[in-house]
């Protein structure tokens, strides 16, 4: 019995269920039980997996981090102007954060009570402030308005990417991400005003 | 004694403390109790003024329902081309979300679980309505893209604006928030892109 539980049980398995439990509570609000109760399982079979709830939630924000942190390893992220590699960026970015949802949900509700939480702050913002570097790249090239401080800028974008995460829901019906990422990118570097030539 | 305490008590700083409370505990989270011990004055003090935590809400987010419907009977909202009207209540958005910033950050947290709280929500989502109206008519004139969808544009936008909550602080030191409205009116306009004549 046992060990049929825990064939259905993977690592990763337990992981998405224990990120929908955190999301739903708050991780602060989750206990064991709460993880043991939603994955069926007993709390002893976690511990089989994992040491505890604070490695489930490293285990989580790290898929996020990883994933928007490979962005920047990406040749178009890397090579070519600035502005380019920036706008590859923003729509990797948007694709990331609809491809790994909850994950990513997860990482931007961090508070910072735990070392893990605070770990996890210190990557994002060391991201934010790799995407920053971009984008004063690009505005020293000339291909960033120069009449909007870098600081700002950055937090704009990433205020408008990261809210996807508030009402996006992959249903089937809605938008796939390529025409969410498109829209963003259009607006990001463009804006909403028709271009007349 | 009760008198004087009563002095110093009006609605108007028993309100500013609840909304406080509010943010921190969350509406769910807090008490009666915490409210009197935040106040400083007995729960019955309170009740003097106010029948219970949900009047007490359902001023604060009026406050900031009163503010964001206002922007849409200002003149510049209501006369001229669709596109700059849009550009205004866009400018003044930031405004009142800066100005009236503990008001609308709990405007935005608010989740639907009392009749306030769906009323709140039912009131945010007619002031986006009447905003997507704005844009569709800006882009039933020509003015404004028409290659990214309405309701996606708008959702982007109020994500933009609304993400200002969760970093700006008027500690004095930072920027206005005629400096905000700017960049936020720049970007979603025109983007980021600099314009090469």
Not at 51 to 72: H, N, P, Q
Not at 113 to 123: F, P
Request: aromatic letters at 6%.
């Amino acid at each position: 019995m046992t060990t049929a539980k825990r064939d259905t049980y993977t690592p990763e398995t337990l992981l998405s269920v224990a990120v929908q439990v955190f999301i739903e509570r708050g991780y602060d609000g989750t206990s064991m039980e709460h993880l043991s109760r939603a994955a069926g399982i007993s709390k002893s079979s976690i511990y089989h997996h994992v040491s505890g709830k604070e490695e489930l939630l490293r285990r989580a924000v790290s898929r996020a981090l990883d994933e928007l942190f490979g962005i920047l390893d990406e040749e178009p992220a890397r090579v070519g102007r600035a502005v380019q590699r920036l706008e590859h960026v923003v729509r990797r970015m948007v694709e990331v954060l609809i491809g790994e949802l909850p994950y990513v949900t997860l990482l931007l509700r961090v508070r910072g009570n735990t070392d893990t939480e605070r770990w996890a702050l210190e990557r994002r913002r060391d991201f934010d402030h790799r995407v920053a570097e971009l984008l004063k790249a690009a505005a020293a090239d000339g291909d960033v308005r120069g009449d909007v401080e870098v600081r700002l800028a950055t937090r704009l974008v990433f205020g408008m990417i990261n809210s996807i995460v508030e009402w996006y829901r992959p249903d089937g019906r809605g938008m796939g991400e390529r025409e969410v990422s498109e829209a963003v990118a259009h607006l990001v570097f463009s804006g909403l005003r028709a271009q007349h030539d």
